[in-house]
């Protein structure tokens, strides 16, 4: 036990190759910039209450002892400011790199990430062309997402390695040369506006390196991308429902309304 008393920030990372585990990074007695994001989400001031409970207050005293759990979903995204300050990799890794938040809820998750991306000002496209390039482990989910989007209409765009896999299976596309190589190359392709999304997984250090200019073209153009499965499969499902229809807007105190007191 840390004998923390209020509100408390834990860093944690997490090791999923070969034999997995979880770090602590670092934990310290204050408040983080999930609090606002998680007050909001389950309708409780919890700055407030932590202060309350650091002077002595108890969470019995404060009716804050069961669970609160929404009947919808709520999404944090982060806000980035890689657009002032060129040729910075706007490649994600453990040191913090934004500058603030924004927040999307709705009753099904791809719609709540939807309009967190759209309040982050990323406009996900209904229509065009996709860039996709992938790390070798992650081409047999990498194919079932590319079908996924051409289902939707859009049309494929590849380099060699990752096209070789949606060739075998069944899909068309148009090969493009990465960034280092001679030709027609993947940063043309954006900066000329022939790509309306990218998606690009990449694992070892060599390639993070290699496709920086890549990621970097996308920001420049304001170029929706993703360098996760997690995020590129969040960012088909938003797509879809962004093609489905109006997305609801609804007050956040009508979101608060329905919580269970």
């Not at 990218?198 to 420049?220: D, F, G, H, N, Y």
């Amino acid at each position: 036990a840390l004998g923390v008393v209020g509100l408390m920030n834990v860093q944690f990372a997490v090791r999923l190759v070969d034999a997995p585990e979880i770090y602590v990074l670092e934990v310290n007695p204050r408040a983080s910039r999930t609090v606002p994001f998680v007050s909001k989400a389950i309708g409780r001031p919890l700055a407030k209450l932590g202060a309350l409970v650091m002077a002595g207050a108890k969470l019995a005293e404060l009716d804050f002892t069961a669970p609160i759990i929404p009947p919808y979903l709520s999404v944090k995204e982060a806000v980035f400011p890689f657009t002032k300050f060129a040729g910075v990799d706007p490649l994600l890794g453990p040191e913090m790199k934004s500058t603030g938040e924004v927040m999307g809820i709705a009753d099904d998750f791809p719609t709540a990430f939807l309009k967190s991306q759209e309040a982050a000002s990323q406009r996900l496209p209904t229509e065009g062309c996709v860039l996709v390039t992938s790390a070798d482990e992650d081409k047999a989910e990498f194919v079932a997402l590319a079908r996924r989007l051409v289902d939707l209409g859009f049309s494929l765009m590849a380099t060699r390695g990752t096209g070789a896999a949606l060739t075998a299976a069944g899909m068309t596309w148009a090969p493009i040369n990465k960034e280092y190589e001679d030709g027609d190359t993947t940063v043309r392709a954006i900066l000329d506006g022939r790509v309306q999304l990218v998606l690009c997984t990449t694992k070892s250090p060599a390639l993070i390196s290699q496709s920086r200019k890549m990621r970097r073209a996308a920001l420049q153009r304001g170029i929706p991308y993703s360098t996760t499965l997690v995020g590129a499969a969040a960012t088909a499902a938003a797509i879809e429902r962004l093609r489905a229809g109006d997305v609801p807007v609804r007050a956040l105190q009508d979101h608060h309304a329905r919580l269970t007191p």
